[in-house]
């Protein structure tokens, strides 16, 4: 028999690692309304399938006292286990531990964490709730993060890569959540900044507290630098669950069939769009009647809302949806809407999610402020990730398609594989009143106050011009379909494309 100082001294190791800071830290956390990075890995994993690897890692850096403050562990908890009965890696960091601040043997763990993911080919999850880098341990704190960032970008559309910002996320510890597909946030305790207020205070005079600064309703709607916001650790976490549902495992898997309640509601589509082009109606309310039932799930909903993006399934299987929303700026595309569609598409195509593109779009939107911030480089940015993708897109023409709005929205030269259109599909290099005004410019101005004639040539031009007919004469359209079909011809498509062969090459997803 062994003597038992061996077992009495691996259990006191475990016990050391599970206590993490003490209690008195944990209830910190706690009164903060902020769960322990152990409690989070059991809401995110199903029931005990969490292994963790590195318990009993520590820092070996001396200086400043630190040999006497090491714990097990380091401050950050790594591992893997299931999530919806499939292998997923994450880390999940301790703020009970150093403040979760970042050194050598901290990022030693996440760097091992993210080789095992992408040898195995399996998504990650990241919980972030840390101080930042730690201090006493210097450049190789900073250091630490570089091999992160090379990793977070060696697995960039190769495995899923998740970020949740459960706590501070500050200076370069940002990097590593921007650089992932998504990112959680949760509000209130959650924050990310480079600068955090008191710097920003200094240095450029302005009073700002950390929430305006840098938290969830600002990243979400603003910066653009959060997907989606919830407000307690629990609801996050199980978003984070509910997402990974929609994606595979890699890009060279296909993501998961999951058999849900048939939801044709199309019928009903003739009423929620009204073929008065300048009505307003909610794409999302469009989206739900062709996809199964409640399984939209929107990405980015807060940021750029005349663009819509999310997962749905059509017949179980997932789709990425991208489309114009009329009930804001009329569906135009603006600097921040090119830059969400451009990288939601480039995401879908890196992981073999088809595309189904909803159109009703006027124009690229006008102005010197649009002009002045780079809208001809964003919007471009939307045209090159329609026309790298070699997923299959389809696209449904549901209204207005005007001009080079039209082009980006994966029309068929661009290299959309089907485009359906509704018959009120109007389809032309601008409106008609637009149109009239320059070809007819000459007969308006000569007939003075009689506004009649204007009027008779803007007839005259939508009959002859502004319908789906010429387009589809073209080949540009390959079907006028009805409305209460498209469910129906989306599903069809889908499914005789699910054989189309893509491209060799295949491309990270970088931020946008």
């Known amino acids: 028999m062994w003597d038992k100082a061996y077992i009495e001294k691996l259990e006191g190791c475990r016990a050391r690692a599970l206590a993490g800071g003490g209690q008195e830290r944990i209830d910190a956390q706690h009164r903060k309304n902020k769960l322990t990075a152990r409690e989070r890995l059991e809401i995110l994993f199903d029931p005990q399938s969490f292994t963790e690897v590195g318990a009993l890692v520590e820092s070996r850096i001396d200086d400043f006292g630190a040999d006497k403050k090491r714990v097990p562990g380091d401050g950050v908890v790594t591992g893997y286990g299931k999530i919806n009965g499939r292998l997923v890696f994450a880390s999940s960091e301790d703020f009970t531990v150093f403040g979760g601040t970042l050194g050598e043997?901290?990022?030693?763990?996440?760097?091992?964490?993210?080789?095992?993911?992408?040898?195995?080919?399996?998504?990650v999850v990241m919980l972030n709730d840390s101080g930042g880098a730690r201090i006493e341990e210097g450049i190789c704190a900073l250091a630490g993060y570089a091999g992160i960032f090379r990793r977070n970008t060696a697995a960039s559309g190769i495995i899923p890569q998740i970020a949740v910002i459960m706590g501070p996320c500050a200076g370069g510890?940002?990097?590593?959540?921007?650089?992932?597909?998504?990112?959680?946030?949760?509000?209130?305790?959650?924050?990310?900044?480079?600068?955090?207020?008191?710097?920003?205070?200094?240095?450029?005079?302005?009073?700002?507290?950390?929430?305006e600064l840098g938290g969830a309703d600002m990243h979400t709607r603003r910066s653009g630098a959060v997907h989606f916001a919830y407000d307690d650790d629990r609801s996050c976490l199980l978003a984070v669950r509910k997402l990974l549902a929609y994606l595979p495992q890699n890009s060279g898997e296909s993501a998961p069939v999951m058999e849900g309640e048939p939801n044709d509601l199309c019928r009903g589509l003739q009423q929620m769009v009204s073929d008065n082009q300048r009505k307003c109606y909610d794409v999302k309310a469009v989206i739900g009647a062709m996809v199964d039932k409640h399984s939209f799930f929107e990405v980015h909903k807060e940021f750029a809302p005349n663009a819509v993006t999310g997962f749905a399934r059509l017949n179980g299987d997932t789709v990425g949806f991208a489309a114009n929303q009329p009930n804001c700026l009329g569906g135009s595309?603006?600097?921040?809407a090119s830059d969400k569609l451009a990288r939601f598409v480039r995401f879908c195509d890196a992981f073999h999610i088809p595309?189904?593109?909803?159109?009703?779009?006027?124009?690229?939107?006008?102005?010197?402020?649009?002009?002045?911030g780079g809208i001809i480089r964003h919007g471009a940015k939307v045209l090159y990730a329609y026309a790298e993708a070699s997923v299959p897109k389809v696209t449904v023409i549901l209204r207005k398609a005007y001009g080079g709005a039209y082009i980006a929205m994966n029309s068929k030269e661009l290299g959309a594989d089907i485009v359906y259109a509704w018959p009120i599909a109007e389809i032309a290099v601008m409106g008609a009143e637009g149109a009239v005004d320059i070809i007819f410019r000459k007969q308006i101005a000569a007939a003075g106050d009689d506004s009649e004639v204007r009027d008779q040539h803007i007839q005259a031009y939508k009959e002859k011009f502004m319908n789906p007919y010429i387009a589809a004469a073209r080949g540009f359209v390959d079907e006028v379909i009805r409305p209460e079909e498209t469910r129906e011809k989306l599903a069809a498509a889908l499914e005789m494309l699910k054989g189309k062969r893509r491209a060799a090459c295949t491309h990270g997803n970088i931020p946008l």
Not at 179 to 201: A, K, L, S
């Open 355 to 372: 595309i189904v593109t909803l159109v009703d779009v006027p124009r690229d939107m006008p102005g010197s402020e649009q002009e002045q």
């Open 333 to 336: 595309l603006d600097v921040n």
């Open 173 to 211: 510890a940002c990097y590593s959540p921007a650089i992932c597909d998504f990112v959680f946030m949760v509000r209130q305790t959650g924050m990310m900044f480079i600068t955090g207020p008191q710097v920003v205070r200094a240095v450029t005079g302005q009073r700002i507290d950390q929430q």
């Open 105 to 123: 043997a901290h990022s030693m763990k996440i760097c091992r964490m993210l080789d095992m993911a992408l040898e195995m080919r399996a998504p």
